[in-house]
């Protein structure tokens, strides 16, 4: 009566557990290549009132003469540098309360108060110095993301203007 050994189960068999690895996806709707900018601010009623007549990229700090990425004052239309050269716009928020700053170097808006980007696609009161700056800046128009669609239906019948 020999015993038989007994059969030698799959060691491996513990961990042949399957986890279902599908529906994972954290980050849908992320939005990528733009900064987090706010959409609303509640800062913008002293804004300049003409903000299509601004100074061009290219002018100086009017505090310290630093030539490049400046940053004008939506309130006053000042240049001044940025909190990476010497604080002028900083210092200029500070003591006057302007807190709406349009930067030369890449054309986002900062809100001082807000301590946030503004996104000057969306803020409606934003998009004319921003496109002013643009043109400026650029020598075309801004790229705007289309938000209306727009319904190119093909005229078929033609109307013949034969007039004369
Ligand atoms: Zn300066
Ligand atoms: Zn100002
Ligand atoms: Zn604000």
């Not at 002028?88 to 807000?114: P, R």
């Amino acid at each position: 009566m020999a015993k038989q050994a007994a059969s030698s189960l799959p060691p491996l068999l513990e961990l042949g557990f399957i986890e279902d690895l599908e529906g994972d996806l954290m980050e849908e709707g992320a939005e990528s290549g733009w900064a987090e900018a706010r959409t609303s601010c509640d800062h913008l009623a002293s804004l300049s009132s003409d903000l299509f007549h601004i100074p061009t990229p290219d002018t100086l700090c009017n505090r310290c003469e630093h030539p490049r990425e400046n940053w004008l004052c939506l309130h006053c239309k000042d240049v001044l540098c940025s909190r990476f050269v010497n604080k002028h716009m900083l210092q200029h928020f500070q003591q006057t309360g302007h807190c709406l700053a349009l930067s030369y170097s890449d054309l986002s808006v900062w809100c001082f108060s807000c301590d946030s980007y503004l996104d000057a696609q969306v803020i409606l009161k934003l998009r004319p110095v921003y496109e002013t700056a643009y043109v400026i800046k650029f020598g075309v128009a801004p790229p705007f993301r289309s938000v209306e669609n727009s319904n190119v239906q093909d005229a078929g019948a033609e109307a013949g203007s034969s007039g004369g």
